[in-house]
């Protein structure tokens, strides 16, 4: 069973930054395309964006375009997501996915999910 560990959740200040992270247990997963979704509470998960298994492509929800940079080590299999100019209604549980189209960066039912980490955003 692949896993995916995610990393960097926390509290910040409204204005502020948070950098998540998720590794992959196996190195298959560098051909698998890989991404972020997230949680509110009481609401339903939603995309956040995703990246190809190269680092070439990335999409993007349209609340994370310009505050959201996600971001490809291929070496350690490992994503991150720069999060700036937070707002609370940013507050969720950030999950890691993973998917072995490795090209495809649009929201999809990815095949992997990692546990999740928890961002919360307060004024």
């Known amino acids: 069973q692949v896993q995916l560990v995610e990393s960097g959740g926390g509290s910040v200040q409204v204005g502020g930054s948070l950098r998540l992270a998720c590794t992959a247990s196996?190195?298959?997963?560098?051909?698998?395309?890989m991404g972020w979704y997230r949680q509110a509470p009481g609401k339903e998960r939603e995309f956040v964006a995703a990246?190809?298994?190269?680092?070439?492509?990335?999409f993007y929800a349209d609340f994370a375009k310009g505050r959201f940079t996600l971001s490809r080590e291929t070496a350690d299999v490992t994503i991150y997501l720069e999060m700036n100019a937070l707002k609370p209604e940013d507050t969720a549980v950030y999950y890691c996915?993973?998917?072995?189209?490795?090209?495809?960066?649009?929201?999809?039912?990815?095949?992997?999910w990692g546990h999740g980490t928890q961002v919360t955003v307060f004024s």
């Open positions: 996915v993973a998917d072995p189209n490795g090209e495809y960066v649009t929201p999809r039912d990815f095949t992997s």
């Open positions: 196996q190195r298959t997963f560098s051909s698998y395309a």
């Open positions: 990246i190809s298994w190269n680092g070439g492509s990335t």
